[in-house]
């Protein structure tokens, strides 16, 4: 009797599933729908607006206005609310940022945040973010809930809550590498462009004979980029947990990368190699001689502008520097016709790239906030409704863009971005199927490294790991104090001796507990991972 | 005036009432600093608690969970903090010090200015860069010092001299961080000793120029003896901050550059670099209350002595 009884109930259960599953799939298709039937018996009497924070220097000029009121329009018809939006300038921006979500006054609702840039789990672990229960989410961002999928969800659960949104339906790539001039590395003799940090070394040696006369500095860089483990990641198969430390020091090898180090600790040759590389480079005059105080310098505008001939960042903004018309700033293609830009990813010498984080970009609903119910809404709303995603992401048709025969998005000639440019940096709703491609794009280049990236990219190992701080916080405290005093003097040559210096750097490490945080770190590992 | 002062009449018991009542004027005068005070030094009192707890801004600082000394942890087991309290400590007395005699012998200097026109310039330029923020004051000394364009070093190589690569040598930045500050502030502290020495009854003066005392002896034994209560006082007002840096003047002139902050260290940048990325207002409390029970207890000590030596200048 009970086996029959156990045998109704699985079947019972087997067709229950399935019957869910025959039902028609949610998606932007019918997400009007979906909303008109989940939001029916909502109330929503009474007008709200919902504070949208974001980093980012609020612009001053064009449409931002204009288009605002259009969107609201439509989020007061939706939901009966409307969005306004609160920017945290870059000047110290993770602090405010921070002190903003602390403050708790109910003045924010819903937060853009990362779990790698910006502190989506302390913030989560201090209290800052409402847990969103799957029901809430069900209920008020239905379509938001149905797309993205079970396993995205729960790396964004901590202790049995969900604490925020993922951005996991858009591609791009924010792998960190090189920018640099193409047409020069052709010059220098590297006709395929620059693919391993030899080949780099002949460039910036190049540009310094050549055009260290009329540049700025061939990097104008403020001292505050460390590629150090980057370097490494060119020579081992390795990846950093992210969100440990303020550098990647943390991670594994990714044939076996459940056994946590420190790769500083780690990799000693390497890491004298590159102090050495470095040295070299100080000499060669990479940099402004008094790089670790160069403080003013925007090395990223400079490069656009062709002052400089190397920018360190990642592949989503390579995209934008090696297309002219992808920003007004991009002078460069103006005053040099062959202007080109090439990217060199720092995994590449090693024949793999990792996938981005769904992380990376993800919304959060304030603690404090006093509508997180409207707030979902209009997060479902700007995240999947025609409409609202191309003036939130676009702006206005017409003016901001225009769409050509092949359903392309173009700036029209009418455009100015003082009357017509709108800024909302949201990145942490954007989505694939709402997606317009634009025209300003070198899609050839770009489609060209998306496809190299696509056929070596591997996983992010650690995406279901939340480390747990609170016993080893005050070691990792000192080691990112050690780290960046050090990596500021390895990474720019500051120094006499390369093994001296790597030497002093890894007792400095091991005198900060770093030996301590390796060893929670693995103990948390094995309880996520081991079971 | 004197009912006030002296409410007491024969055969009349003072109440804390009725003394409250009398001096109702005076009190009232003392309100705005009275509300100052409670407001900001004596009402947030209580939130020191949150540099024993593990802070969550939901739960609020009482509501939070309670972790003892661990806050203090991460300055303790740095090994450093001996250093940066001590270099702390050596800085700020060199400021003190230095600012005190440098504002008395401006202050002397400027009295002695005949010329009300040129003292008064004089007074105008030197006050200007008080105003000026400490960001812009790290900007300009950069411009002045840096290797490649700064002016000094253009200077130096336009006539030939070897760059000095102030930026790649730490040594020499105690001196140029007390020269900056001395810069910005001997203007601003130099009004106060301005104001005493004119406050100087000038009778006392003009008999001993009677006497026959020259310039020297004037200052020697008039001036100085006069600012002897202000200088005590003003010493003692500063010695209370001892040991919290001037963060701004360092983290700008300073900043981030390893080389030179291994040589001028203090604990407020230490704790900012090493917290920055963590925005933890616990540890950062923790700090605070270390500076102020060590500031707490110099000025007790300090006063202490002040109290043994000169009674009628000691604070309480």
Same mark, same amino acid.
């Given at each position: ?49 919902? @504070?949208?924070? *974001? ?21 007061? !018809? ?35 945040? $990362? ?28 379509? *938001? ?13 901590? !202790? ?10 858009? $591609?791009?790539?924010?792998n960190h590498g090189w920018a640099y001039r193409l047409d020069w590395a052709k010059e220098a003799g590297l006709q395929d462009g620059v693919h391993n940090w030899d080949d780099l070394t002949v460039y910036v040696k190049y540009v310094k004979e050549t055009y260290g006369k009329d540049l700025l500095a061939v990097w104008d860089s403020d001292g505050t980029a460390y590629p150090a483990s980057g370097y490494i990641s060119s020579f081992r198969?390795w ?8 550098g990647a ?11 946590? @180090?420190?790769i500083f600790?780690?990799e000693t040759d390497l890491l004298v190699a590159y102090a050495k590389l470095m040295k070299e480079w100080d000499e060669i005059g990479v940099w402004p001689t008094d790089v670790l105080s160069n403080t003013g310098a925007d090395n990223r505008v400079e490069f656009r502008q062709g002052k400089v001939g190397l920018e360190q960042h990642h592949t989503?903004t390579w995209?934008g520097l090696v297309?002219?018309?992808? /920003?007004?700033q991009n002078t460069m293609y103006?005053t040099d016709e062959d202007a080109d830009v090439g990217f060199f990813y720092w995994t590449e010498p090693a ?14 609903? $304030? ?19 025609? /409409? ?17 025969? !092949?359903?392309?998005?173009? *700036? ?33 280049a770009?489609?060209?490294l ?19 701080? *609170? ?8 080691? @990112?104090?050690t780290y960046t005093r050090y990596m500021k003097l390895i990474c720019y040559g500051q120094f006499e001796d390369a093994e001296e210096i790597v030497a002093e750097f890894q007792?400095a490490?091991?005198?900060?507990? $770093? /030996? ?16 | ?6 409410? %007491? ?66 300055? %303790? ?16 007395? %060199? ?11 401006? %202050? ?31 900007l300009?000394v950069y411009s002045l010092l840096n290797s490649d364009t700064g002016f000094l070093n253009s200077v130096l190589t336009q006539m030939g001299a070897a760059p000095l690569r102030l930026y790649k040598n730490g040594d020499p930045w ?80 300073v900043g981030r550059n390893p080389i030179l902050y291994q040589k ?53």
């Open positions: 009797m009970k086996k029959f009884l156990a045998l109704v109930l699985a079947v019972a259960m087997v067709l229950g599933i399935s019957a869910v599953s025959f039902a028609e799939e949610i998606s932007v298709a019918n997400a009007a729908d979906v909303w008109a039937k989940t939001w029916a018996d909502v109330d929503t009497s009474e007008h709200v607006v919902i @504070n949208y924070m *974001t980093t980012g220097d609020a612009p001053t000029t064009g449409a931002n206005p204009e288009m605002l009121e259009m969107l609201n329009k439509i989020l007061t !018809e939706k939901a009966n609310a409307e969005i306004n939006i609160v920017w945290i300038s870059w000047t110290d921006y993770l602090a405010n940022y921070n002190l903003r979500i602390a403050s708790m006054d109910g003045s924010i609702d819903l937060i853009g945040s $990362s779990t790698d840039w910006l502190d989506a789990w302390p913030n989560a672990k201090r209290g800052g973010f409402l847990e969103l229960s799957e029901e809430m989410l069900a209920k008020y961002a239905p379509v *938001t809930f149905a797309t993205v999928p079970a396993e995205h969800w729960a790396v964004c659960t901590y !202790e049995g809550n969900i604490y925020f949104i993922p951005e996991d339906h858009y $591609s791009q790539w924010t198969k990846r950093s947990i992210d969100g440990i430390a303020s020091l943390w991670g594994g090898y990714l044939d076996d990368p459940y056994t946590i @180090n420190n600790l780690d989503q995209t297309s002219p018309k992808a /920003d007004t103006l024949g793999y790239v990792c996938r981005d984080l769904v992380t990376h970009g993800v919304a959060a609903v $304030s603690a404090a906030s006093k509508n997180p119910e409207r707030t979902l809404m209009v997060y479902d709303l700007l995240r999947n409704d025609r /409409d609202c995603y191309d003036l939130f992401n676009y702006g206005i048709k017409g003016r901001s863009y225009d769409i050509n025969e !092949e359903g392309y998005r173009f *700036t029209p000639d009418s455009f100015s971005s003082d009357k017509d440019g709108i800024s909302t940096n949201w990145w942490w709703g954007r989505n694939d199927d709402l997606e317009i491609p634009s025209a300003a794009m070198n899609w050839d770009i489609n060209a998306y496809d190299k990236y696509e056929a070596e990219a591997v996983m992010y190992p650690y995406e279901a790991f939340v480390f747990d701080n *609170t016993n080893v916080q005050s070691y990792i405290n000192q080691v @990112n104090e007792a490490l091991r005198a900060a507990g $770093s /030996d301590e945080v390796t060893a929670e770190l693995q103990r948390q590992i094995d309880a996520t991972y081991k079971n | 005036m004197s009912k006030v002062i002296n409410p %007491a009449l024969p055969g009349r018991k003072t109440t804390f009432g009725r003394k409250f009542w009398n001096s109702r004027v005076l009190l009232l005068m003392c309100l705005p600093a009275i509300v100052y005070f409670i407001a900001f030094s004596y009402a947030p009192l209580p939130g020191i608690y949150v540099a024993f707890v593990n802070y969550n801004y939901r739960l609020g600082i009482f509501g939070s969970q309670f972790v003892g000394l661990k806050n203090f942890e991460f300055v %303790a087991n740095s090994g450093k903090l001996w250093m940066l309290t001590s270099n702390t400590i050596l800085f700020n007395l %060199a400021f003190i010090l230095l600012d005190n005699l440098v504002a008395v012998v401006v %202050a002397i200097l400027l009295k002695e200015i005949q010329s009300k026109m040129f003292r008064k310039v004089s007074q105008t330029m030197m006050f200007l860069p008080y105003f000026i923020s400490q960001v812009l004051v790290g300009l105690p001196f140029i961080i007390v020269m900056v500050h001395l810069w910005q502030k001997t203007g601003y502290n130099s009004v106060v000793y301005f104001a005493a020495i004119m406050g100087i009854d000038q009778e006392v003066i003009e008999a001993s120029m009677i006497d026959g005392a020259n310039g020297w002896q004037k200052i020697r034994y008039i001036i100085l003896p006069s600012l002897r209560p202000t200088i005590v006082i003003l010493l003692l007002f500063a010695l209370g901050g001892i040991v919290k840096g001037d963060f701004g003047l360092f983290w700008n002139l001028v260290d203090i604990i407020e940048m230490f704790v900012y670099r090493a917290t920055v990325s963590d925005f933890n207002f616990s540890t950062a409390s923790a700090v605070g209350l270390y500076q102020s029970l060590i500031g707490f207890v110099l000025v007790l000590a300090v006063n202490g002595v002040v109290k043994k030596l000169e009674p009628d200048y000691s604070l309480f």
